[in-house]
């Protein structure tokens, strides 16, 4: 791919209206934000996260795909073991929410499904910590369809409007937590579905470290957020199983199968990741799919696919274990960021990588997108969201 080639697909990418159904509220705050919050508090980070500026909101870096932080999964979890202790109070989550927000609309993303786990706060219990995020929604939302109108009534920018974006939650479940607490959650997840909050809550969904009990334990209280009508996302294939009963085999990568075997029967309406199962159970999603939300700069970074390429984020995604399968099988997938304050990166940059590394040109891109609004939670949107964002491929595509 030449460098005009590059961006001019850059300039697509940028201005294509996308969709996000893999962001964690806490793995997207900004760099800048994580580290005042933490002097504000007297928090020591860890050295790591300090070395590096955040790069990720520079629109002269986006183009670029080398990976200035390699973090593995525990040095991510260990991250994100901080961020408590920063966002410990309802000023602070005002703050992030807020940017989070705007840096998703800023990147012309249409459509944006964040998710959180409730969590007690300074002054602020775990319903007032959701209702915080609903109210900055609702805010949000409001502003940027005045803003959308507004500039819809200028003639002269009709060509350059970024739509406005559609905000909505996923309660999470953290799987390193107890069943009760699991419950709790849902609970008040089904709860706001009757509250005037009830289209900001879409789903429900397990996440949380891998290593970390089993799905198998929380699959009742998932059971009950589904017959309450609540859409169901699980992190699935995160770490290596094997379904090889031998002697030699290690007894986690067996259990690790039988897990991933139990979500698959459980037909979740979405997997997490999915990155690392075994060739037989692909097989059968490939017969009965489940739509699959992928994170590639994230599998890159936490399976450190990158890290005897001088941290190309090109050459590490190339050994991705699914992401071309699915492709050329057709598989319904989402492009997401997962966690865009921690890999320092955007959906037009995810967008992008995978053209760049699968050969992909606009069409191809186009395609994945517009099927990709077939697995979003609020069905009322779809219909909506598929007419707007093909007027606005074909405009593209025509510019």
């Not at 786990?117 to 002054?123: A, D, E, R, S, Y």
């Not at 259990?255 to 990155?275: N, S, V």
């Not at 001088?310 to 699915?326: A, F, R």
Request: aromatic share 8%; glycine share 4%.
């Amino acid at each position: 791919m030449t460098q005009k080639q590059v961006s001019n697909l850059h300039y697509f990418c940028k201005h294509l209206p996308k969709i996000e159904l893999h962001a964690h509220l806490n793995g997207s705050i900004r760099e800048s934000t994580l580290v005042e919050l933490a002097r504000e508090r007297a928090v020591t980070l860890p050295t790591k996260l300090l070395k590096h500026e955040a790069e990720h909101h520079d629109p002269d870096k986006e183009a670029l795909f080398f990976n200035g932080k390699p973090r593995s999964l525990e040095e991510c979890f260990e991250i994100f073991g901080y961020i408590p202790s920063c966002v410990n109070d309802a000023a602070a989550l005002k703050r992030i929410i807020r940017e989070v927000l705007y840096d998703f609309a800023h990147d012309n993303v249409a459509y944006l499904e964040l998710r959180t786990g409730p969590k007690v706060l300074t002054n602020c219990t775990k319903k007032q910590y959701v209702e915080t995020i609903l109210d900055a929604m609702s805010t949000f939302e409001q502003k940027e369809h005045a803003r959308y109108n507004h500039e819809s009534s200028c003639i002269d920018k009709k060509d350059c409007i970024s739509f406005p974006l559609i905000p909505r939650l996923i309660i999470s479940v953290d799987r390193s937590g107890t069943v009760e607490a699991a419950e709790e959650n849902v609970n008040l997840a089904i709860e706001l579905t009757r509250s005037r909050y009830s289209k900001y809550i879409v789903g429900v969904e397990l996440g949380g470290n891998p290593t970390k009990n089993d799905f198998r334990i929380f699959e009742p209280v998932f059971k009950k957020a589904r017959d309450h009508g609540l859409k169901v996302s699980i992190h699935c294939g995160e770490i290596p199983s094997e379904e090889n009963e031998s002697d030699s085999s290690e007894p986690s990568l067996k259990k690790a199968y039988e897990e991933a075997l139990a979500i698959i029967d459980f037909r979740p309406d979405r997997l997490g990741h999915a990155l690392l199962l075994p060739n037989s159970l692909m097989d059968m999603l490939i017969l009965h799919p489940i739509p699959i939300e992928c994170c590639p700069t994230s599998n890159v970074m936490t399976l450190e696919l990158a890290t005897h390429h001088g941290g190309s984020l090109v050459d590490g995604l190339k050994k991705h274990p699914q992401i071309d399968k699915w492709i050329k099988s057709s598989y319904p997938f989402s492009i997401n960021t997962d966690d865009a304050g921690i890999f320092c990166t955007n959906l037009t940059k995810e967008y992008l990588l995978v053209a760049k590394v699968f050969e992909l040109n606009e069409n191809d891109l186009a395609d994945i997108l517009i099927r990709s609004i077939d697995h979003i939670f609020d069905e009322s949107m779809k219909e909506t969201l598929k007419r707007l964002i093909s007027d606005q491929i074909e405009a593209l595509k025509i510019t």
